[in-house]
């Protein structure tokens, strides 16, 4: 409707969003995309109406368990859960949007459309991510493991690399821009 309307709109990631903002308050654009829950946080403090979309399944770790270049450890089940067990959403919530997201470590929010009862939320549990890393070590996999993560917040790969080797990884942490991180997984298939 805002196109409609003639209104100037302006879509923003992180590394933007604070000035995007800035610029609205300043009356420079008309309407403003906000995808981050602490600028969010601060329009609805300002009182700006808004629209509101929930991004289903939004933050996601994607683990490439068998296409073009992978870790063959990933394809492993203990794996995957010590990765799950390990990373603690809140803290990365805390961490990168100052506690402003709505947390849930299950596949989509409970404020989703699409949330229903049967939908599990992972726990946090850093003894057993530990446990299950030490087994697959115990098999013969060194442990290192590459994450590659896009620069919309550098906050968020900081917190899964601190959560990850907490529990005896060793990350290779590559924070690339986000149409490098996109042609990385669709293209490349190289995540």
Not at 3 to 10: A, K
Not at 27 to 46: C, K
Not at 49 to 66: D, F, K, P, R
Not at 154 to 164: H, M, Q, R, S
Request: net charge negative.
């Amino acid at each position: 409707h805002a196109l409609e309307r003639g209104y100037e709109v302006v879509g923003v990631c992180r590394e933007q969003s604070v000035g995007k903002l800035d610029a609205f308050e300043q009356g420079e654009t008309d309407v403003v995309f906000l995808r981050t829950p602490d600028v969010i946080a601060q329009a609805r403090e300002a009182g700006y109406e808004e629209m509101t979309a929930l991004q289903s399944a939004g933050g996601l770790v994607l683990i490439n368990n068998g296409l073009g270049s992978f870790n063959p450890v990933v394809q492993d089940v203990r794996f995957r859960q010590a990765v799950a067990y390990a990373i603690d959403a809140e803290a990365i919530n805390q961490r990168a949007f100052g506690g402003a997201a709505s947390v849930f470590k299950g596949i989509l929010d409970p404020n989703s459309d699409f949330f229903s009862d049967g939908i599990e939320e992972l726990p946090t549990d850093p003894d057993m991510a530990a446990s299950l890393v030490e087994e697959l070590k115990g098999e013969g996999w060194d442990g290192n493991i590459r994450l590659a993560c896009p620069d919309t917040n550098p906050d968020v790969p900081i917190a899964i690399e601190a959560a990850l080797e907490a529990v005896g990884m060793e990350v290779d942490a590559q924070v690339t821009d986000t149409n490098t991180q996109i042609a990385s997984i669709v293209i490349n298939q190289d995540f």
